[in-house]
């Protein structure tokens, strides 16, 4: 029987919100394994609620960080994080200090203290300057209170562990040195070191007495060093504040050289677009395998399949070594058994990889889990496109056999009822019940809200596909396997009219949003049917319909394209996949727009994204924000648990701007080709700089007239063609 609409479906690894993320405006760091969440303040508030903390893989290794002068919190004059996100920069001054009698001993706005902040291989680095500019010399106790509680994510999250290993901690002159045996035996050690010597170090307190002249400065540092292993390795060397931060930059200015620049005429769109390359660069791990973007802070900081994938996508035609890593690393943890606790099958590919205590003990699944239907096929299909894009032939030679068993998991495993399509159900109870990019409890229903009971056929899922065997088919001709690319291009032809009988819907004028165990269409109006006109399965007749129906009230808010329509039975421009409005989602949209020729549609959705993003903290799109209609001289309203920064969410801004400008780069030959570009109003012109294409690059310039585009070539390096279609 189907769940009733009144019912409240399972909560599963439930995120609870008692507090709004956005509205603390945490500053965020993040560098390698390790990120930090701090409040405006530099601080770490402790608390039930709290989700602020310094964390390294998937576990809180500071979970309080408080700092006082004469026994007061000071008060915040300013709180920023550069524009490569590489530091946090706060400004404090004392608060007005007064004794038992209540006299003033020290008024306010006479001590000026700047808080340095930045992460580098699992440490973090402070420095905090004191100067005066009282007239008088001053004695001044500050103090920085500590504390560890090695809390799991999942615990921070809600999740109730069923034990916790041992802890012990020490003092010394300048350091506090906390240590934790897990219940697995993974020793993880935090050294808290501060210099100058503090006064007394004790019941995690460093405090200094400071005596400071008129117009004097002091300079202190703390650094908190992780170190996690089974071993007893001796803690490594670490480096000044000011050498070890002078090392992060040189390697983030070469990292960033990697990717095309990209500069317009609005100083605010700049903003947008230098916030979202920060954020991707922040995010992007070294592993061995090669480059690999983190989903998202602070929930999901580590490698997730799905969002390595679409992050990829959206960025290829700027910055293909991402795509690279992405489809490196994916191949060489690909599943190759059947193992029902990870939801894994032979050729499938990783959802998610966690590190903490819980996921290594099996309290939650998500140790290495393989529970999303669509990493397999969007991987695929992202090795194609790198192909074309690059040309790296050793590469896939290298994930050529991992494409090769992904395409057979999708016609053995991924067809569970052998009808052709691809479905999802979870092995075991512990899995996720959805398994789609819209994985909550109640995300996949029918037109009177009742829940679709599994196996379940989303609609993307099958344009993933059928891209994917129409990219393997190029893929295999280039491997020399021409009977595996007809059949390919045969099965992606009648993929297509299956799909097509099966998925459209006269009365809805769209695609349904899934089909259900029973093979019951739901006939609920969602962005996936947006996201088929990026596959290609949609024909022509059928495009233009779909842009009209995305693009009107109903499913375009202002700010963006809704999961789903206005109207629909579980509509809630509040919840988290039920009308809200994802970037990652309107940008593969975007896209799809473009390939259908819309470029009014495109600009509508690259506008309504970079409007979003100018009104936010520090520009910067987040995971996910809430549906409501744009109201004269407002912003998006938040949704309170979004991650920020979100790795697709900022390829979300070139996955958009890249289909405005119809930009496509092919490797055989080397050429850039712009399709219909368009230019949001609110931009003049682009500059496109060091954009490679096979072995060379090209510098372009593109700048509006009326309501055509002029592409100007302003410098060529190699045998690389320029080509506009008009």
Same mark, same amino acid.
């Given at each position: 029987?189907?769940?009733?609409?009144?019912?409240?479906?399972?909560?599963?690894?439930?995120?609870?919100?008692?507090?709004?993320?956005?509205?603390?405006?945490?500053?965020?760091?993040?560098?390698?394994?390790?990120?930090?969440?701090?409040?405006?303040?530099?601080?770490?508030?402790?608390?039930?609620?709290?989700?602020?903390?310094?964390?390294?893989?998937?576990? #809180?290794?500071?979970? !309080? &960080?408080? $700092? /006082?002068?004469?026994? =007061? +919190?000071?008060?915040? *004059?300013?709180?920023? %994080?550069?524009?490569?996100?590489?530091?946090?920069?706060?400004?404090?001054?004392?608060?007005?200090?007064?004794?038992?009698?209540?006299?003033?001993?020290?008024?306010?706005?006479?001590?000026?203290?700047?808080?340095?902040?930045?992460?580098?291989?699992?440490?973090?680095?402070?420095?905090?300057?004191?100067?005066?500019?009282?007239?008088?010399?001053?004695?001044?106790?500050?103090?920085?209170?500590?504390?560890?509680?090695?809390?799991?994510?999942?615990?921070?999250?809600?999740?109730?562990?069923?034990?916790?290993?041992?802890?012990?901690?020490?003092?010394?002159?300048?350091?506090?040195?906390?240590?934790?045996?897990?219940?697995?035996?993974?020793?993880?050690?935090?050294?808290?070191?501060?210099?100058?010597?503090?006064?007394?170090?004790?019941?995690? #307190?460093?405090?200094? !007495? &400071?005596? $400071? /002249?008129?117009?004097? =400065? +002091?300079?202190?540092? *703390?650094?908190?060093? %992780?170190?996690?292993?089974?071993?007893?390795?001796?803690?490594?060397?670490?480096?000044?504040?000011?050498?070890?931060?002078?090392?992060?930059?040189?390697?983030?200015?070469?990292?960033?050289?990697?990717?095309?620049?990209?500069?317009?005429?609005?100083?605010?769109?700049?903003?947008?677009?230098?916030?979202?390359?920060?954020?991707?660069?922040?995010?992007?791990?070294?592993?061995?395998?090669?480059?690999?973007?983190?989903?998202?802070?602070?929930?999901?900081?580590?490698?997730?399949?799905?969002?390595?994938?679409?992050?990829?996508?959206?960025?290829?035609?700027?910055?293909?070594?991402?795509?690279?890593?992405?489809?490196?690393?994916?191949?060489?943890?690909?599943?190759?058994?059947?193992?029902?606790?990870?939801?894994?099958?032979?050729?499938?590919?990783?959802?998610?990889? !966690?590190?903490?205590?819980?996921?290594?003990?099996?309290?939650?699944?998500?140790?290495?889990?393989?529970?999303?239907?669509?990493?397999?096929?969007?991987?695929?299909?992202?090795?194609?496109?790198?192909?074309?894009?690059?040309?790296?032939?050793?590469?896939?030679?290298?994930?050529?056999?991992?494409?090769?068993?992904?395409?057979?998991?999708?016609?053995?495993?991924?067809?569970?009822?052998?009808?052709?399509?691809?479905?999802?159900?979870?092995?075991?109870?512990?899995?996720?019940?959805?398994?789609?990019?819209?994985?909550?409890?109640?995300?996949?229903?029918?037109?009177?809200?009742?829940?679709?009971?599994?196996?379940?056929?989303?609609?993307?899922?099958?344009?993933?596909?059928?891209?994917?065997?129409?990219?393997?088919?190029?893929?295999?001709?280039?491997?020399?396997?021409?009977?595996?690319?007809?059949?390919?291009?045969?099965?992606?032809?009648?993929?297509?009219?299956?799909?097509?009988?099966?998925?459209?819907?006269?009365?809805?004028?769209?695609?349904?949003?899934?089909?259900?165990?029973?093979?019951?269409?739901?006939?609920?109006?969602?962005?996936?049917?947006?996201?088929?006109?990026?596959?290609?399965?949609?024909?022509?007749?059928?495009?233009?319909?779909?842009?009209?129906?995305?693009?009107?009230?109903?499913?375009?808010?202002?700010?963006?394209?809704?999961?789903?329509?206005?109207?629909?039975?579980?509509?809630?421009?509040?919840?988290?996949?039920?009308?809200?409005?994802?970037?990652?989602?309107?940008?593969?949209?975007?896209?799809?727009?473009?390939?259908?020729?819309?470029?009014?549609?495109?600009?509508?959705?690259?506008?309504?994204?970079?409007?979003?993003?100018?009104?936010?903290?520090?520009?910067?799109?987040?995971?996910?924000?809430?549906?409501?209609?744009?109201?004269?001289?407002?912003?998006?309203?938040?949704?309170?648990?979004?991650?920020?920064?979100?790795?697709?969410?900022?390829?979300?801004?070139?996955?958009?701007?890249?289909?405005?400008?119809?930009?496509?780069?092919?490797?055989?030959?080397?050429?850039?080709?712009?399709?219909?570009?368009?230019?949001?109003?609110?931009?003049?012109?682009?500059?496109?700089?060091?954009?490679?294409?096979?072995?060379?690059?090209?510098?372009?310039?593109?700048?509006?007239?009326?309501?055509?585009?002029?592409?100007?070539?302003?410098?060529?390096?190699?045998?690389?063609?320029?080509?506009?279609?008009?």
């Amino acid at each position: 029987m189907d769940q009733p609409l009144t019912a409240v479906p399972a909560i599963q690894f439930y995120i609870p919100a008692t507090a709004s993320l956005a509205e603390r405006r945490p500053r965020t760091l993040k560098h390698g394994d390790m990120f930090g969440l701090f409040d405006p303040d530099g601080d770490i508030a402790e608390g039930e609620a709290s989700p602020e903390g310094l964390y390294f893989r998937d576990t #809180r290794v500071l979970s !309080r &960080l408080s $700092l /006082a002068i004469a026994g =007061r +919190r000071p008060i915040s *004059l300013s709180s920023r %994080v550069s524009d490569d996100n590489q530091l946090l920069t706060v400004d404090l001054t004392n608060a007005d200090i007064f004794d038992r009698d209540g006299r003033l001993i020290l008024p306010r706005d006479v001590i000026h203290l700047r808080r340095t902040r930045f992460l580098r291989d699992g440490t973090c680095f402070e420095r905090l300057r004191l100067e005066s500019f009282d007239t008088v010399p001053r004695e001044l106790a500050l103090t920085i209170d500590v504390a560890v509680d090695f809390a799991d994510l999942f615990e921070v999250r809600g999740h109730r562990a069923s034990g916790h290993g041992t802890a012990t901690a020490r003092s010394g002159p300048n350091d506090m040195v906390f240590s934790y045996t897990a219940r697995d035996g993974l020793v993880t050690e935090v050294t808290l070191t501060a210099a100058p010597l503090p006064a007394t170090v004790a019941h995690g #307190r460093f405090a200094w !007495r &400071l005596d $400071l /002249a008129p117009k004097a =400065r +002091r300079i202190l540092e *703390l650094r908190v060093a %992780v170190r996690q292993d089974d071993s007893g390795a001796q803690a490594r060397i670490h480096p000044p504040f000011i050498a070890a931060l002078r090392t992060a930059r040189r390697k983030l200015r070469r990292d960033a050289r990697r990717a095309a620049a990209i500069e317009t005429s609005n100083e605010v769109v700049n903003e947008v677009i230098c916030r979202a390359a920060a954020d991707l660069w922040m995010l992007t791990a070294e592993t061995p395998h090669g480059l690999y973007p983190h989903a998202g802070i602070p929930w999901f900081s580590t490698v997730f399949g799905r969002d390595g994938l679409i992050t990829a996508i959206e960025t290829l035609w700027m910055d293909p070594e991402l795509a690279r890593g992405v489809l490196r690393y994916l191949a060489a943890t690909q599943a190759t058994v059947t193992d029902p606790a990870r939801d894994a099958e032979p050729g499938k590919i990783l959802h998610e990889l !966690r590190e903490g205590e819980l996921a290594r003990l099996g309290e939650v699944p998500f140790g290495r889990y393989y529970g999303s239907v669509d990493a397999t096929p969007l991987f695929v299909l992202l090795g194609g496109l790198y192909h074309r894009r690059t040309g790296d032939e050793a590469t896939m030679r290298t994930i050529w056999p991992a494409i090769r068993a992904a395409l057979g998991w999708i016609d053995r495993h991924g067809d569970r009822d052998a009808d052709g399509f691809v479905e999802y159900e979870a092995a075991r109870k512990t899995g996720l019940v959805n398994q789609g990019w819209k994985d909550s409890g109640d995300s996949v229903f029918h037109a009177d809200g009742s829940l679709a009971r599994g196996p379940v056929a989303l609609a993307e899922v099958q344009g993933y596909v059928y891209a994917a065997k129409r990219e393997a088919a190029r893929l295999a001709l280039f491997m020399g396997d021409r009977a595996l690319a007809v059949a390919l291009e045969r099965a992606a032809e009648a993929l297509r009219q299956r799909f097509e009988t099966a998925f459209w819907s006269d009365e809805l004028g769209c695609y349904a949003l899934a089909l259900d165990g029973d093979k019951r269409p739901c006939l609920v109006r969602g962005s996936n049917a947006g996201q088929l006109l990026f596959t290609g399965i949609v024909p022509p007749e059928r495009a233009a319909r779909l842009v009209d129906l995305l693009t009107a009230p109903a499913f375009f808010s202002g700010w963006g394209i809704r999961t789903i329509a206005e109207g629909e039975a579980r509509y809630n421009p509040m919840s988290y996949h039920n009308g809200s409005i994802w970037p990652h989602d309107n940008a593969l949209i975007a896209l799809g727009f473009a390939r259908a020729g819309c470029g009014e549609a495109v600009l509508k959705v690259l506008v309504g994204l970079l409007d979003a993003a100018a009104t936010m903290d520090l520009r910067r799109l987040p995971e996910l924000y809430c549906g409501f209609r744009r109201r004269p001289g407002t912003g998006p309203t938040l949704y309170p648990v979004a991650c920020a920064p979100q790795a697709w969410a900022a390829g979300a801004v070139f996955g958009a701007l890249g289909a405005a400008l119809g930009i496509m780069v092919e490797a055989d030959p080397a050429a850039v080709t712009l399709c219909h570009p368009r230019l949001p109003p609110m931009v003049e012109q682009v500059r496109i700089r060091g954009l490679r294409a096979g072995e060379g690059s090209v510098d372009l310039l593109l700048r509006r007239h009326d309501e055509d585009v002029a592409v100007n070539v302003l410098a060529r390096q190699g045998d690389v063609a320029v080509r506009v279609v008009l």
